[in-house]
């Protein structure tokens, strides 16, 4: 990612040329490097030679559209933050999107100004701290499996690397950093996506779902246990 010295670098996709247009301006105004593309094939191709700090990606698009752009990047370590931008804003489309592995997830129509504060917030998450996570960079072992923060990766006792979303990973490290305790819903939702973020319930427990049938793949789909009305336990023996 660039130094905090320099201008973070935004990348705007929306197939919408005149928003799009309109958005990077705004950006622009206020000292955010801003690139315009309008596909996700455009995207990928910026990605091969260059590593913004966030993206702002439109769901609604023709050919490709912004989840399935999003499935392909999130997971990958040292991915930009990506804000979704859409008309679709109930909130099943949100807990779709934040589970996917978005930071952050607008209605549309979206005033510029909050925009701006979002991405901000996002930027800010990233480069101030976005949770105790990021201070950890020691390898964490418990029950066989090594997790190792650093780099967002996961190793099975059998010695199989297992794929995990972004906001898949960081609901694993904030449960290690407590083992044998509970932890509420809140604190699994502030320590996946910071303070700015809006509270959804179901957005954690779609995301503990994920985990939990990814670490099943693996024969460890007791580790995490829940606790009805509190919130989830991970039981670690090692």
Same mark, same amino acid.
């Given at each position: ?48 030679? @260059? +590593? $913004?700090?966030?993206?702002? %990606?439109?769901? &609604?698009?023709?050919?490709? *559209?912004?989840?399935?752009? !999003? ?6 370590? @040292? +991915? $930009?933050?990506?804000?979704? %931008?859409?008309? &679709?804003?109930?909130?099943? *489309?949100?807990?779709?999107? !934040?589970e996917l592995g978005a930071d952050d997830y607008i209605a549309k129509p ?129």
């Amino acid at each position: 990612m660039n130094d905090s010295g320099e201008r973070k670098h935004v990348v705007v996709l929306d197939d919408d040329a005149e928003l799009r247009t309109l958005i990077c301006e705004y950006l622009e105004a206020h000292e955010l490097r801003v690139s315009a593309v309008g596909s996700g094939a455009e995207l990928r191709l910026l990605l091969g030679t @260059d +590593r $913004p700090d966030a993206i702002i %990606l439109d769901v &609604m698009m023709p050919v490709e *559209d912004g989840l399935s752009v !999003l499935k392909d990047i999130a997971g990958k370590a @040292d +991915r $930009p933050a990506i804000l979704m %931008l859409s008309a &679709m804003a109930s909130d099943v *489309d949100r807990i779709l999107g !934040l589970e996917l592995g978005a930071d952050d997830y607008i209605a549309k129509p979206v005033n510029p100004r909050e925009l701006l504060a979002r991405v901000r917030a996002v930027l800010r998450r990233r480069t101030a701290g976005r949770g105790p996570e990021e201070e950890e960079v020691q390898a964490i072992r418990f029950d066989g499996w090594v997790a190792l923060p650093a780099s967002y990766g996961l190793v099975s006792p059998d010695g199989t690397t297992v794929e995990l979303t972004t906001n898949e990973y960081r609901l694993l490290l904030a449960l290690l950093r407590r083992p044998g305790r509970v932890v509420s819903r809140d604190t699994l939702m502030f320590d996946v996506h910071g303070a700015d973020a809006e509270f959804y319930d179901r957005a954690v427990d779609v995301g503990i779902s994920r985990l939990r049938a990814k670490l099943a793949e693996h024969d460890a789909s007791e580790l995490i246990r829940t606790v009805r009305g509190e919130g989830y336990l991970l039981v670690r023996r090692s």
